[in-house]
């Protein structure tokens, strides 16, 4: 009878550490699947046109994710065929929907991270 319990609590602990490790290295979603990608005319990828400390910078991105944007000022987005949320350094979320392009001449959003749906 001793035997038949250490076997059960043996199976029940393979059991909790396969469920621990499919939760530590499971499938992490879309979430790291937006890809910067190099901007190139005719495509519709998000395009965002920004600047920080004296550097100006236009950069894209395709695919659903979420990624870092740095805090950098953003004055043009372009989102071609992506819905896009940016969130800004102060906690605030702004929802773009595709096919919009718009400009921020004078008070530009400082974006800490971007997500496209």
Not at 14 to 28: C, E
Not at 35 to 60: A, I, M, Q, T, Y
Not at 71 to 91: A, F, M, P
Request: hydrophobic content about 40%.
């Amino acid at each position: 009878m001793i035997s038949k319990a250490k076997k059960a609590v043996g199976s029940l602990a393979m059991v909790l550490a396969a469920a621990a490790s499919f939760t530590v290295a499971g499938p992490t979603g879309s979430a790291f699947a937006i890809d910067h990608v190099e901007c190139v005319g005719g495509e519709s990828f998000l395009k965002l046109w920004s600047h920080l400390d004296g550097r100006d910078s236009v950069d894209c991105y395709a695919n659903a994710g979420r990624t870092d944007f740095g805090g950098w000022w953003v004055d043009r987005i372009s989102t071609g065929n992506n819905d896009l949320i940016y969130y800004d350094v102060n906690g605030d979320s702004v929802r773009i929907n595709r096919w919009t392009d718009i400009t921020f001449p004078n008070h530009p959003p400082r974006v800490k991270s971007i997500q496209i749906l």
